[in-house]
Every structure is written in C-alpha cells, then in structure tokens.
C-alpha cells in the first residue's frame, strides 16, 4: 500500500537558518505529494503541493520538487522564522484512492 | 465562508460508551473524510463519504461509522469506545470525491478522551 516517510525530529533551528526536511514516499501510479502544516491546538493547513513529477510547489518562502526518480518531495525554506514554529506533515494522494495518506510529521522550533 | 467546523471541541468518555462527532464542511463542498490522529502521530483515513455513501475506507473496525446528510454535513460514531480511541478527530471536506487533485480543507478537531 502507499506509504510516507519523514526525517525523524524534533528539529530545532535558529531564526534564520537554512531549513530542510526529508520525505520519501512509496506509492504505485502516480500520486500528489503535499505537505500540510499544523499550528498548536489547530487542524492542518495545506502549505504547498505537486500534482506531477518535477512540479514545484511554494507557498510563503517554503519550497518542495516532486522527484518520482527518488520518491521524495523535501520541504526546504532558506530562512526561517520563530512563526514557522509548528508540525509539518508530508502526505499523498493517489488519484484511485480518494484518500490522503500522511506521515507522522516533524516538529520544528525556531528560536530567536 | 466559515471553512469546515466540528462539534463539539473536546469529549471526555468512558469505555464502553458511544460517541457522534459532528462535521459541516466548507461552503461549496461536497465530500466529507474524517482521520484520527494519535498523539504525536499522522492523521490514519477512517472514511470518506461522497453522494451520502461510503466510498472509501481505512483500516478500521465496524465500530466506527459514519454518515452524510442531503446538506453534506457528517457524523461519525463510534461504538464499545475503548481506550485507544483516544485521539484528535479531524474532519475535512474538498469538493468532487477523491484528494488527488482537488485541495482538503480540515476542521480544528474534536479531542476525544476515554477514560
């Protein structure tokens, strides 16, 4: 079945900081990848997504390339800020599934 | 717009008791998934619900249940709550059937816990 994966956190950065985190994923056809942002005390937020392979998504300075060569869509942002502090979770879509498949997201803190 | 609201913000259960979540997707939208989200874990698909029926479903028991309403609202019920129920429900809605190509919009949760 499909599947994601994402880089173990938590991640702590300093205001900023280059930041990076890894998602692969294992799905047959050909799935959209996104990644959804969560606030303490708030359901998701889609931030950003790639309906096919080499797409870019981008949203508010973050940045994901739909790679099917490495199955992977890694959020990246060249700066953070302490408002970035949340839960980032990286999911799928199989066009035949009709369903979102998530991982088990990563948690990052920006500190001043 | 309102976006997608749920009812009621948190429930505290004991085991053994049922449960109704209650969901009213965003304005313009037709399909309604509910996930549960462990703590510290990703949201697991329960079901989506698309026309008034169930088309599609997650790993889960048959204590869990669901329906949609001629408004396209939902509920999902759950029955024999055990302990490992415990969890954050979220409701989303997009429009259509199917998440591929056609954005989610999730609700802010109902906490529930069984004690």
């Known amino acids: 079945g499909n599947s994601v994966t994402q880089m173990e956190g938590p991640v702590t950065l300093s205001e900023e900081a280059f930041l990076t985190i890894n998602c692969t994923y294992t799905?047959?056809?050909?799935?959209?990848l996104f990644w959804y942002v969560q606030y303490p005390g708030e359901g998701l937020q889609l931030l950003l997504k790639?309906?096919?392979?080499?797409d870019k998504g981008s949203n508010k300075g973050f940045e994901a390339t739909y790679r099917k060569e490495t199955t992977s869509f890694h959020l990246e942002k060249g700066s953070v800020q302490v408002s970035d502090s949340a839960v980032y979770f990286c999911?799928?879509?199989?066009?035949?599934?009709?369903?979102?498949?998530f991982g088990d997201g990563t948690t990052l803190t920006v500190k001043p | 717009d309102a976006g997608v609201t749920q009812s009621p913000t948190h429930l505290i259960k004991t085991r053994g008791q049922q449960v109704t979540l209650r969901c009213s997707p965003k304005?313009?939208?037709?399909?309604v998934s509910w996930y549960q989200q462990a703590l510290g874990q990703g949201p697991q698909f329960i079901f989506q619900?698309?026309?008034?029926?169930?088309?599609q479903r997650g790993n889960f028991p048959d204590r869990f249940s669901g329906h949609q309403f001629p408004n396209y609202s939902s509920e999902l019920n759950v029955n024999a709550l055990l302990l490992g129920d415990s969890a954050l429900y979220l409701c989303?809605?997009?429009f259509g059937g199917g998440t591929a190509y056609n954005e989610q919009f999730f609700g802010p949760g109902t906490r529930l816990t069984v004690l």
């Open positions: 989303a809605s997009s």
């Open positions: 304005s313009g939208h037709d399909t």
């Open positions: 799905a047959t056809g050909y799935p959209s």
């Open positions: 999911a799928l879509s199989a066009p035949t599934a009709g369903k979102s498949t």
């Open positions: 619900y698309y026309e008034e029926e169930e088309r």
């Open positions: 790639a309906t096919k392979a080499d």
